[in-house]
């Protein structure tokens, strides 16, 4: 019998990093979109977001990538775990074949290696099972005449049922374990893979006599069949799906994802269907942005899937009332969920599948463009319907919409689609809003009512410091952070006193800041800017001023560098050499910009010290202690004050 024998191992550090500086960032990126030079960097259109002018920007310097329509940053690893969709050790392998790199990988441990084992012995299952599928499709008769002629009554030329790895299985009990047992092939995972069932007269082919639709993961990977009979006979079950497994989970998978990702970020929307047939002709027909729950009810796992690739669904649901009760429950989670919902209704007795064959590809796109409404008409529109200008059923109907509207996360939504129900129902929109508000009421966390606000710098005139006020540290914390990844090791000249003696050396920027931290014992509430910080420490305790591209390679920190250190305007070098203009840039005034925000920081530190201390006070009864504490204010006050003197800021009450 064949045994699955695998060795599955971890990529050694030196070879990731080998990886790392031999892969080209701009060649990487440059297969997937148009890069066009733009100073010492390039730019192009976003490849997660719908854009007429180019905001994606490729530093080679800096080996990182900042898309500035999604948010999206990072290296080239990044890169290809956001745009294919790949795992960071997939990502890596991606690149190692790219540029020949050879990954000698390490041994995990016995449990580790068993674990895999067994999960990749289940993948592997069902591609074997998969290949037998649509070899029996293909090359048999009673695949060609019974399974192939079905799908080409359906219209689907060879290319569609290629593209899906459409299948049959042949109406045999033992059709699958027989070509098992012919190629020497283990039984065990077919049966954990629940294609082989045990039945009281023996193993039996679960799927036998039915089309399969294999059902793939993200990556292309065999997860899963679907699989339809042709018997008219209503006791059997039109649709069987594959029970779950190690590597098979409904909830969180969807039909066509595979094959419609592309299509779906390009558009940025997709469609969501019910069945396999749907997502299958609706791709026949050009429309590749389809995907399917399987025939099962929408999932919040399902929903989180969707938002990786886009935040604009389009539900086309059967026309019947299942499929409109079906749409109502989607329609409330994907609101929920923070997405934007259409809908579009088919006429009576029709589907997204059976419609497609009634229409030509080009009608059929213009219907689907044409009728799709929000879901506020959608509802309305159905729950009018039903009734008949019962005063009683019309106020059910609005308090089903007021409730969908409630669960809206964003306000602004939430605003738009009052007023378009007030103008559907002719209703006063305050009192829509009234009741919006009741139910967001009674959902929403009692807010402490000691919290106080944080005042941004942005809102403060320029040189003012406002006292008695807690200040939020985080755009500080960043600041810091951000200098010392941009110019950690550029040196700047420090004044230091030296046996009474002052004299001027020049340091590094990461160790002028890291030391005027230390020296006040201070640290920094953000765990990733600790973590950075930390990581300089250790380096400057070795000799070593670490540079970004240190940073770059931390899978948990590569964003987080792209963000900080990338700017989406860049100023041009013809100022200086064209038009003699000379700016001055930050990189020109480091020693100024490092002591203001070291400074800033320290300052709205004492700052917050003195409110604790003066809180404290107010809570305290014994003198002894009142006198410890009013001493410590006055001594932070004295601290805080020679700092705005240093900054020439002007300390207000």
Request: glycine share 6%.
């Amino acid at each position: 019998m064949h045994i699955f024998k695998l060795k599955i191992n971890l990529i050694p550090q030196e070879t990731i990093a080998k990886i790392f500086d031999s892969a080209d960032i701009v060649e990487v990126i440059g297969d997937f979109i148009h890069l066009k030079k733009s100073g010492s960097n390039f730019k192009g259109l976003s490849p997660f977001a719908n854009e007429k002018t180019p905001s994606f920007m490729v530093s080679p310097g800096k080996r990182i990538f900042k898309d500035f329509s999604s948010g999206k940053g990072g290296n080239v690893v990044s890169f290809l775990m956001e745009h294919e969709h790949l795992s960071y050790p997939e990502a890596l392998k991606w690149l190692a074949n790219k540029y020949n790199i050879e990954i000698e990988e390490t041994e995990e441990t016995e449990e580790q290696i068993a674990a895999k084992h067994q999960k990749e012995g289940l993948y592997l299952a069902h591609q074997f099972a998969n290949e037998f599928f649509k070899k029996s499709l293909k090359e048999t008769n009673e695949g060609k005449s019974v399974g192939l002629s079905y799908l080409k009554k359906r219209g689907y030329n060879l290319k569609t049922i290629d593209e899906f790895e459409i299948g049959y299985s042949p109406d045999d009990y033992n059709a699958i374990e027989n070509e098992a047992k012919n190629s020497n092939y283990s039984l065990e995972p077919l049966k954990k893979s629940g294609l082989i069932k045990e039945g009281e007269k023996g193993t039996y082919d679960f799927f036998r006599g039915r089309i399969i639709f294999p059902i793939h993961n993200i990556t292309g990977r065999i997860i899963g069949f679907g699989g339809r009979t042709l018997r008219t006979d209503k006791k059997v079950a039109k649709y069987f799906n594959s029970p779950e497994s190690e590597i098979y989970n409904k909830s969180n998978v969807l039909y066509g994802l595979f094959q419609s990702k592309s299509e779906i970020i390009k558009s940025d929307s997709c469609l969501l269907v019910e069945g396999y047939t749907d997502v299958v002709s609706l791709h026949h027909n050009g429309i590749k942005n389809a995907i399917s729950t399987s025939g099962t009810s929408l999932t919040d796992g399902q929903i989180r899937l969707i938002k990786r690739f886009t935040n604009n669904v389009v539900i086309l649901y059967d026309s019947d009332q299942a499929g409109i009760n079906a749409s109502f429950r989607g329609v409330d989670m994907l609101l929920k969920a923070g997405l934007s919902i259409k809908v579009v209704l088919f006429p009576e007795g029709e589907d997204p599948d059976s419609y497609s064959h009634k229409l030509s590809s080009e009608d059929f796109k213009s219907y689907l463009i044409d009728h799709q409404i929000d879901f506020i008409s959608f509802k309305a529109n159905h729950l009018l319907e039903k009734t008949k200008n019962d005063p009683i059923n019309i106020s059910k109907t609005i308090n089903d919409i007021i409730t969908s509207i409630s669960i809206i996360p964003d306000a602004v939504s939430r605003s738009v689609y009052i007023k378009k129900t007030a103008q559907i129902f002719e209703m006063d929109e305050q009192l829509l809003i009234t009741e919006v508000q009741k139910k967001l009421r009674s959902k929403r966390e009692t807010q402490s009512p000691n919290s106080l606000p944080s005042i941004s710098p942005k809102n403060l005139p320029s040189k003012i410091f406002q006292k008695g006020v807690k200040h939020d540290l985080s755009n500080q914390e960043q600041d810091l952070i951000r200098l010392m990844l941009s110019y950690g090791a550029h040196s700047i000249k420090v004044e230091v006193l030296n046996e009474n003696e002052k004299s001027t050396v020049e340091y590094p920027l990461a160790q002028f800041i890291v030391e005027e931290i230390l020296s006040d014992k201070l640290s920094y509430k953000n765990e990733k800017y600790q973590l950075v910080f930390n990581e300089f420490l250790e380096g400057l305790e070795k000799g070593l001023v670490l540079n970004e591209q240190h940073f770059i390679q931390n899978p948990n920190l590569t964003s987080l560098v792209a963000d900080l250190t990338t700017s989406q305007n860049i100023l041009s070098e013809n100022w200086k050499n064209k038009h003699q203009i000379h700016t001055k840039i930050e990189s020109d005034r480091l020693k100024q910009a490092a002591e203001e925000s070291v400074f800033i920081f320290k300052l709205r530190v004492t700052e917050n010290l003195i409110l604790e201390k003066q809180l404290a006070l107010k809570e305290m009864e014994s003198n002894e202690s009142n006198e410890s504490i009013i001493k410590e204010i006055k001594e932070l006050t004295k601290v805080r004050n020679i700092f705005a003197k240093e900054l020439g800021i002007i300390v207000t009450q």
